[in-house]
């Protein structure tokens, strides 16, 4: 790990000082000649730069975020200009940061093969997520009971529930952009590395995580509930005081008639996940104003 962390470095470091230049020098002869620069000759990392750098100040919307998705489907593994990455070389999880603002923040991850980024949830995002090298299997999950994170903090929303298991799915480097909404589509999910290649993808979140407001919790989940057995499983009290009357006194209907399997998801007050800060920030010569 220690071997691959000074590569990057290395490699980051001659970022800083003008390691591709050329996308410098693009940048300049498109200023000159405007007319003749089309967006196929922009880095899809610097075309997301672009589109996120008018939300420094207000949160975007989820219509905007849509749109934001398919600007995010142009990024390239190449667009970082670092060497491939072998399993090998990395070990553990890391991340970098491209930018982390009030409003949002973007961010890529990198996990060896067999590893995975444990279930997690993100209180009330928005997200974007696409697939730049290797592939992953997603397990995503969404409460049975939306829960209402705004102004709320860790202690408050990091309890136990019912929630759907919503999909399992291989996501590739050809795949299109994963959008998650603060409700559905997958807000608490699990990501495991799959194949023999480091997987990596890039997130845009907003609202970031901001602890104690708005905090990551890891969580465990349970085998399906069966609605033969369910009268005899072990319910913890906050589960069923988050159920309305009527999801609560007829759990076996629920879980029978559900389109998606049921599990008890409990929170994990002392995992906090892989450490983030694995890698120094990203700097292009095409970014404006301070260093994120």
């Known amino acids: ?139 995503g999950y969404d409460w049975v009971v939306p829960r209402n994170y705004t102004g709320k903090g860790r202690s408050e929303v990091a309890e136990a529930g019912l929630a759907f298991n919503v999909y399992q799915q291989i996501v590739t480097t050809d795949s299109d952009v994963v959008r998650i909404r603060p409700h559905e589509g997958g807000i608490l999910h699990e990501i495991q590395a799959v194949g023999n290649e480091v997987a990596g993808f890039v997130d845009i979140v907003t609202p970031p995580y901001n602890p104690p407001n708005i905090d990551c919790t890891f969580f465990s989940a349970s085998p399906p509930l069966q609605a033969s057995t369910v009268a005899d499983c072990p319910m913890p009290p906050s589960v069923l005081a988050s159920l309305p009357p009527h999801f609560r006194n007829n759990l076996p209907d629920l879980i029978s008639n559900s389109e998606h399997p049921i599990h008890i998801l409990t929170p994990r007050p002392d995992f906090f996940g892989p450490s983030m800060t694995s890698f120094r920030p990203l700097r292009f010569p095409w970014m404006q104003g301070p260093e994120p």
């Open 1 to 139: 790990m220690r071997t691959w962390l000074s590569g990057i470095r290395g490699s980051l470091s001659q970022l800083r000082l003008g390691m591709g230049s050329s996308l410098g020098r693009r940048n300049v002869h498109a200023a000159a000649a405007p007319s003749t620069t089309t967006s196929e000759d922009i880095p899809g990392l610097q075309q997301v730069w672009e589109s996120m750098s008018r939300f420094r100040d207000c949160p975007p919307s989820a219509v905007e975020m849509d749109e934001i998705g398919h600007v995010l489907n142009n990024i390239k593994f190449s667009d970082l200009r670092i060497n491939t990455i072998s399993p090998s070389q990395l070990k553990e999880i890391g991340c970098m940061t491209l930018v982390n603002t009030p409003h949002y923040n973007i961010c890529f991850f990198f996990i060896p093969p067999g590893k995975s980024l444990a279930l997690h949830d993100h209180p009330g995002m928005e997200i974007a997520q696409k697939v730049i090298c290797g592939q992953i299997l997603v397990e």
